[in-house]
C-alpha cells in the first residue's frame, strides 16, 4: 500500500471513529504525542486508550482535509477539526498530524493544533 492510500483509509478511520480500525495501522511499539502536552503515550495499548478518549471527549468530532504529503517513512495530514464539547460550545482546530512509518506501519504521530475563531452563526 502506498503512504497515500495508508494516509487516506488511515484518515478514514478517524473519521469513523473507530479505534479498533485506527489501531489497525499502528505498530506494537507505536507512540503518540499531542504537541503542547509533555506526556508521550507509548506503545499500542496506551495509545489506543487516549484515541479512545480523544474521540469520546469531543462528541461528532470531524476531521475535514486541507492538504496531504509525505513518503514511504512519513506523511502530513493537514485538516479542520470540527467537533462539539460535551456542553455544546463548538470547537473548530486547525491540526497538522505527523506520522512516522516503519515498515507500512504507523510508528509515531505528532499532533499540533492551533485553536480557529469560532463559526460564524
Same mark, same amino acid.
Given at each position: 500500500?502506498?503512504?497515500?492510500?495508508?494516509?487516506t483509509r488511515y484518515n478514514a478511520a478517524w473519521n469513523a471513529h473507530?479505534?479498533?480500525?485506527?489501531?489497525?495501522?499502528?505498530?506494537?511499539?507505536?507512540?503518540?504525542?499531542?504537541?503542547?502536552? &509533555?506526556?508521550?503515550?507509548?506503545?499500542?495499548?496506551?495509545v489506543a486508550e487516549q484515541f479512545g478518549k480523544d474521540i469520546s471527549?469531543?462528541?461528532?468530532?470531524?476531521?475535514?482535509?486541507?492538504?496531504?504529503?509525505?513518503?514511504?517513512?512519513?506523511?502530513?495530514?493537514?485538516?479542520?477539526?470540527?467537533?462539539?464539547? &460535551?456542553?455544546?460550545?463548538?470547537?473548530?482546530?486547525?491540526?497538522?498530524?505527523?506520522?512516522?512509518?516503519?515498515?507500512?506501519?504507523?510508528?509515531?504521530?505528532?499532533?499540533?493544533?492551533?485553536?480557529?475563531?469560532?463559526?460564524?452563526?
Amino acid at each position: 500500500m502506498s503512504w497515500r492510500d495508508l494516509a487516506t483509509r488511515y484518515n478514514a478511520a478517524w473519521n469513523a471513529h473507530d479505534v479498533a480500525a485506527i489501531m489497525a495501522f499502528h505498530a506494537d511499539d507505536t507512540s503518540y504525542q499531542r504537541h503542547g502536552n &509533555p506526556k508521550v503515550y507509548k506503545g499500542k495499548d496506551a495509545v489506543a486508550e487516549q484515541f479512545g478518549k480523544d474521540i469520546s471527549g469531543l462528541p461528532g468530532i470531524k476531521f475535514e482535509g486541507v492538504a496531504l504529503y509525505g513518503s514511504d517513512n512519513h506523511f502530513v495530514s493537514e485538516s479542520i477539526l470540527t467537533a462539539t464539547k &460535551p456542553d455544546g460550545t463548538p470547537v473548530v482546530m486547525e491540526l497538522v498530524d505527523v506520522i512516522t512509518l516503519r515498515d507500512g506501519k504507523v510508528v509515531h504521530k505528532s499532533s499540533y493544533f492551533v485553536a480557529s475563531r469560532p463559526p460564524k452563526v
